[in-house]
């Protein structure tokens, strides 16, 4: 089975921190992606990664990085969070190339931002 | 920009009856998944739907794609409790990107 693991369930942080939001998939996924869900906005895509050190900014990049070093890791970077910021985030990767590859998603992480 | 709609968003129906979730989108597309989401869990994948006129059957649940009219239905028969969630259509654009729709929230009554 997939398995794409968040490192934090819950997160609660002030205004103006730094945060880093961590995801790891053990299934040698080319694409990895984060996203963002929020009541009656569905889920918005924030950043994806093809490959290593590759990134793409998607609907809503503002106020985001990303960072993608080894192949399984994807870390979502919020440079100075704001409370617009807080969220539900989820994390998710697929396999690469033809497309039509299901993204498998993880648990989420619940980030509130004071 | 691509607009991924589902109606209804909200829906309460009682057991053994039958309802059809709609998805429409805005942009050429013929690819098409459904996702469920259990409250406080994240997304399972459910189809995926790769061509005009695919079809596809588990269970209760149907789902099918008419590309030319930008349609994807989501058809529920005889529904049961333990259906009750959030489904999620999304459609796949440039690069395996999926643009998600609003979601729409079942809930089957006894």
């Known amino acids: 089975d997939v398995k794409v693991t968040q490192s934090s369930r819950y997160l609660v942080k002030r205004t103006g921190e730094k945060v880093f939001l961590e995801c790891v998939q053990d299934?040698?996924?080319?694409?990895m992606f984060w996203y963002r869900q929020d009541p009656g906005l569905g889920l918005r895509l924030i950043y994806f990664?093809?490959?290593?050190?590759?990134?793409e900014k998607g609907d809503i990049p503002e106020g985001y990085s990303v960072s993608r070093e080894k192949k399984e890791r994807f870390s979502l970077i919020l440079e100075s969070a704001s409370t617009n910021q807080t969220s539900m985030y989820l994390c998710?990767?697929?396999?690469?190339?033809?497309?039509?590859?299901?993204?498998?998603f993880g648990a989420g992480t619940r980030l509130s931002v004071l | 920009e691509l607009k991924v709609e589902q109606n209804p968003l909200f829906l309460s129906m009682q057991e053994g009856k039958n309802y059809t979730i709609y998805c429409n989108y805005s942009?050429?597309?013929?690819?098409l998944y459904w996702y469920r989401q259990d409250p406080g869990k994240s997304l399972e994948s459910l189809f995926v739907?790769?061509?005009?006129?695919a079809v596809k059957q588990e269970g209760r649940l149907m789902a099918s794609l008419d590309t030319k009219a930008r349609l994807s239905t989501l058809h529920i028969t005889a529904a049961v409790h333990d259906l009750s969630a959030t489904y999620f259509c999304?459609?796949?654009?440039?690069?395996?990107?999926?643009?998600f729709g609003e979601g729409t929230q079942l809930t089957v009554n006894p």
């Open positions: 942009t050429t597309s013929d690819r």
């Open positions: 998710a990767s697929s396999e690469g190339g033809v497309k039509g590859y299901i993204q498998y």
């Open positions: 299934m040698d996924h080319e694409n």
């Open positions: 990664s093809y490959d290593v050190k590759m990134k």
């Open positions: 999304a459609v796949e654009t440039s690069g395996s990107r999926l643009t």
């Open positions: 739907l790769l061509s005009n006129g």
